[in-house]
């Protein structure tokens, strides 16, 4: 059964400051990993979807990056800012294609 | 594009009340549709998918359901809830399984 950690639980960090979140997996036969933004009480938002043969995948100031045979992804935030506060979950696609969540990073900006 | 809606946004039910949550998503055909739970602190866990009008598969035995009676319309139910049942209900979809998943705003559910 695929198990999907992501440490630390929760971060605070000064605006301007880089942020790395980091995701691990325990079964690397994945078919692709996805990182999500929840903000409080609402739904999550795909942030960037990174297939099993690529290393990695950038979006605006964002980069995830995929190491499967190490079971590790780590999304990447650029310059961050106060709106940038969130809950990130990444998400494993196995090959099965049953989808397993972690429990998510809940990042704070502090302006 | 694509939307996805889900109702009711907030739901406080007393406990042996039945339940009726509904999504449903525009601007696609034939999309799999997938009911989440989330608990605080927790991952998301899969409560139901559906590949197909019909067409359900059940992740976790438990007093909910889901049924899919048009393309693009997906109901969890229950007949009688349990405190148990509270928490925060997602719905979503994806073109094919395995592609990127996009989610509803999501329901909280308070069983009281």
């Known amino acids: 059964k695929q198990e999907v950690t992501q440490i630390p639980a929760a971060l605070s960090v000064p605006e301007g400051e880089n942020l790395v979140l980091n995701c691990s997996f325990t079964d690397s036969a994945i078919y692709n990993l996805q990182w999500f933004r929840q903000d409080p009480g609402k739904g999550l938002t795909s942030l960037l979807l990174i297939q099993s043969s690529q290393r990695e995948q950038t979006s605006g100031r964002l980069n995830a990056s995929l190491d499967k045979s190490s079971g590790r992804s780590t999304l990447y935030i650029a310059a961050s800012q106060p709106g940038d506060s969130a809950t990130y979950l990444c998400a494993v696609t196995s090959n099965d294609y049953k989808l397993s969540f972690g429990a998510g990073t809940t990042v704070t900006v502090r302006a | 594009s694509q939307t996805i809606h889900q109702w009711p946004a907030t739901l406080v039910q007393p406990v042996g009340s039945p339940l009726s949550l509904e999504c449903t998503v525009e601007?696609?055909?034939?999309?799999?549709l997938y009911w989440y739970r989330q608990a605080a602190g927790r991952g998301l866990q899969l409560l139901f998918y559906s590949v197909g009008i019909g067409q359900i598969s059940s992740e976790v035995p438990q007093n909910l359901s889901a049924s899919r009676p048009q393309d693009r319309q997906f109901i969890l139910s229950s007949k009688k809830l349990l405190l148990s049942d509270s928490g925060f209900y997602l719905c979503a979809w994806s073109v094919r399984t395995g592609n990127t998943i996009y989610f509803g705003e999501g329901s909280w559910l308070t069983v009281v």
């Open positions: 601007g696609t055909s034939n999309p799999n």
